[in-house]
């Protein structure tokens, strides 16, 4: 596996913060946070100007000699390499950091520097960061349609919960990072700058389940009930109503690549609903026997563009098998749809997410209580 950065119109900066300190112990959101982006690369490739390799507190000039370089495993350091250019460091990790602008993945400026670290044979790339910048970077990564500021309050508090609760309940180890993502905090992306205001605007405002901080998620639109309560806001969503039809013979040959020994497929039933009526489980009728398969795993083999929730019927013959649906996501937590036609509807963001978290509780973050 490659991960290269190199972009037509160079790249650069990404200067280690003065804000950016220890990540030990993640008291407010200008703590550093860094976000693991890969664990099992070959080769970095960089480019660009500007750019600086600090290693063991030393910061080496690097495109001084090559504009386009690659950073390898050698021995239990690294070697950088480019244009006749070579150098070896034999530090564990080495920051890749720039004096003369934002530092760019795919062509898109992220906030903070990177870390390549020996992990194996193989190479770990951090993006270091401040949780704040991660958290907006997140905001413009996952609102939807023209959100307003109430329903973006809102999800800022779902998210920063879910990753502070995450960062509570990582597990004491040498892991060089904090969370994994598969992408850095880019802060060139949508509306960021509106999203950091918002981020501001609601900074270190969690959701608590008594003295603990309560695991909360988000999803697209529930399609009329979350896994805890009815929601008449998310009709508005797109796709709102979806269906999916599949002929048996195509349903068969894809749980037979799924490892069912399944012959003859004749009908598709459900099987169990949770308490709030989705699917999560069906029932297969066939020529050799029964079978069941759990919703989950029906989705990830057809396809979460095609059975885009777990809140559908089935119906069907010999010929065709349809699944008419509604909403889209697992319907956990804050419906995002619902919550930007509340917002619409006047509802300030914590009557959002009264409505999504019955009985939890909006308090200010507080590091004692975990
Ligand atoms: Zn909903």
Redesign the pocket.
């Known amino acids: 596996m490659l991960f290269s950065f190199i972009n037509t119109d160079g790249f650069a900066l990404g200067r280690p913060s003065e804000e950016v300190s220890s990540s030990d112990n993640i008291k407010n959101e200008r703590s550093a946070l860094k976000v693991q982006l890969a664990g099992d690369l070959n080769s970095v490739k960089l480019g660009g100007i500007g750019i600086y390799i600090v290693s063991g507190g030393r910061k080496f000039s690097i495109n001084n000699a090559a504009r386009e370089f690659e950073v390898l495993p050698y021995k239990k350091g690294f070697m950088i390499r480019g244009h006749g250019y070579r150098k070896l460091f034999k530090t564990a990790s080495i920051d890749v950091v720039s004096l003369a602008g934002s530092l760019r993945i795919r062509m898109v400026p992220f906030s903070g520097y990177l870390r390549i670290y020996r992990s194996g044979k193989s190479l770990g790339l951090i993006n270091v960061t401040d949780f704040e910048n991660y958290l907006a970077a997140v905001l413009s990564r996952e609102y939807e349609g023209r959100a307003g500021n109430e329903m973006l309050k809102a999800l800022a508090v779902v998210v920063r919960t879910g990753l502070l609760k995450q960062l509570a309940e990582k597990k004491e180890n040498n892991d060089p990072y904090d969370i994994k993502d598969d992408l850095p905090a880019y802060i060139g992306e949508g509306e960021y700058g509106r999203m950091l205001k918002i981020v501001r605007e609601t900074r270190n405002q969690v959701l608590y389940e008594g003295k603990d901080l309560y695991h909360a998620m988000y999803h697209s ?4 009930s ?1 896994d805890k309560v009815k ?1 008449p ?2 009709e508005a969503a797109p796709g709102f109503v979806w269906r999916f039809d599949i002929t048996p013979d195509e349903l068969e040959r894809k749980l037979l690549l799924d490892g069912y020994k399944i012959r003859g497929l004749k009908a598709v039933y459900i099987n169990t609903k949770t308490d709030n009526g989705r699917i999560s489980r069906l029932h297969i009728t066939a020529a050799n026997g029964s079978f069941y398969i759990d919703t989950g795993r029906l989705q990830s083999l057809i396809g979460t563009d095609r059975i885009r929730s777990s809140a559908f019927s089935v119906s069907g013959n010999e010929k065709l098998i349809t699944i008419i649906g509604k ?1 889209s996501g697992h319907g956990m937590g804050l ?1 995002k ?2 919550s930007i036609m509340m917002d619409r509807r006047g509802f300030k963001y914590s009557d959002i997410l009264n409505k999504y978290f019955p009985g939890m509780d909006l308090r200010y973050y507080s590091n004692e209580n975990i």
């Open positions: 639109s529930c399609g009329g979350t929601c806001y998310c909403g419906c749809w619902g």
